[in-house]
């Protein structure tokens, strides 16, 4: 009798296997205000954790007989002899890139489709969202094997990947699981050092902003008691892309109290950016950033029920107005 597999967990055993999550923020840090309190496992899962073995003869063979195929609509079509297995993961160059070379470090854009080897279900597929997922090209942000068959190719590669993992069937009990993604790299982004473009007449009753030669914001609270609204105040109107609720954002930043002005944390001090979703942070973020330009600045001022509300973080206690100079460095 065959046992029966739920395509949900599937997919989820294959994503967290190849890394496939998009870009977060600084993940390890918990006392970013940026971050959302309601996290994923799946999300934060280490996809460097488990080491890969090598693929046997057997093992290319099984992917080399699997023909990419262009359907009409655009998204690739996987079509093999089922079932088809592997042993541990594998790849192949079908279409070689003829753009700008992945280097460590870089932000890459890719689509990518995967199908379960058992019957060729599709468990996962960006290419008919119409929107790229980005990641960066870290060793230990992305799976060992994801990172071994991207880095170094060109922009425009076609790349299949073929993977075995453990998965729950419907009691409950692991199984092993083969699938196999096609993954197009379709672009790198290459963020700005610093906000550039027009620069905006300051507003009266918030707060003022002082940069240093180095970008670097400081903040002068003024007297008063703290806007009831979200404030989304440029400072610099950039004139790149509209950032999108659902971007991945590469920005500096840092964030004040309005309460007393002490500073509770800031990428600046830490001499990196941060790259987070608009989907995984506090609602002042995802509304004050969403509309905005990549290249600008701005003063976000966000009530507590827009931050942590009631909420006590480290350094923020509970029922905080938030100030916070971001640099809008890239939106992926």
Same mark, same amino acid.
């Given at each position: ?18 890394? $496939? ?8 840090? #918990?006392?970013? /205000?940026?971050? &959302? ?9 280490? /996809? +460097? ?9 057997e093992d290319i063979a099984?992917?080399?007989?699997? %023909? ?10 996987? %079509?093999? %002899?089922? /079932? ?17 070379? $992945? ?8 689509? @990518? ?14 290419? +008919?969202?119409? &929107?790229?997922?980005? @990641?960066?090209?870290? #060793?230990?942000?992305?799976?060992? +094997?994801? @990172? ?44 700005? #050092?610093?906000? #550039? ?20 914001? +400081?903040?002068?609270? /003024? ?35 309005? %309460? ?5 944390? &800031? ?6 950016? &941060? ?13 004050? $950033? ?9 003063? $976000? ?12 973080r480290d350094g923020i ?16």
């Amino acid at each position: 009798m065959r046992t029966t597999r739920t395509t949900t967990a599937v997919a989820m055993g294959a994503i967290a296997l190849l890394g $496939l999550t998009a870009c977060s923020s600084d993940a390890g840090d #918990e006392a970013d /205000p940026t971050a &959302s309190a309601n996290t994923s496992t799946e999300a934060n899962a280490d /996809p +460097s954790a488990a080491a890969v073995a090598e693929p046997t003869e057997e093992d290319i063979a099984a992917v080399d007989s699997i %023909e990419w195929t262009e359907g009409e609509d655009g998204v690739p079509a996987l %079509e093999f %002899e089922q /079932p088809l297995t592997v042993s541990t993961t594998v790849d192949r160059v079908v279409t070689e890139g003829d753009g700008e070379t $992945l280097e460590d470090g870089a932000y890459v854009n890719l689509n @990518y489709i995967g199908f379960d080897g058992a019957d060729g279900a599709v468990l996962y597929d960006t290419y +008919s969202t119409g &929107s790229t997922q980005a @990641y960066q090209l870290t #060793e230990g942000a992305i799976a060992p +094997s994801l @990172y071994d068959a991207l880095i170094g190719q060109q922009v425009g590669a076609q790349i299949l990947i073929g993977e075995t993992y453990e998965a729950p069937d419907e009691a409950g009990e692991p199984i092993d699981v083969s699938s196999f993604t096609a993954v197009t790299v379709e672009s790198i982004t290459t963020p700005l #050092e610093r906000a #550039e473009g027009t620069a905006v007449d300051p507003v009266d009753g918030l707060p003022v902003v002082t940069l240093d030669d180095a970008g670097k914001p +400081s903040v002068e609270i /003024p007297d008063g008691d703290a806007p009831t609204d979200l404030v989304a105040q440029p400072l610099i109107e950039g004139d790149g892309a509209t950032v999108e609720e659902d971007n991945v954002l590469i920005v500096n930043y840092s964030g004040w109290l309005w %309460e007393d002005g002490s500073q509770f944390d &800031s990428s600046w001090e830490r001499g990196e950016p &941060s790259q987070f979703s608009l989907q995984g942070v506090i609602p002042g973020w995802t509304q004050g $950033l969403a509309g905005q330009t990549v290249g600008s600045q701005v003063l $976000l001022v966000v009530p507590s029920e827009l931050g942590y509300g009631d909420e006590d973080r480290d350094g923020i206690p509970a029922g905080s107005t938030l100030v916070f100079v971001v640099d809008i460095l890239a939106a992926l």
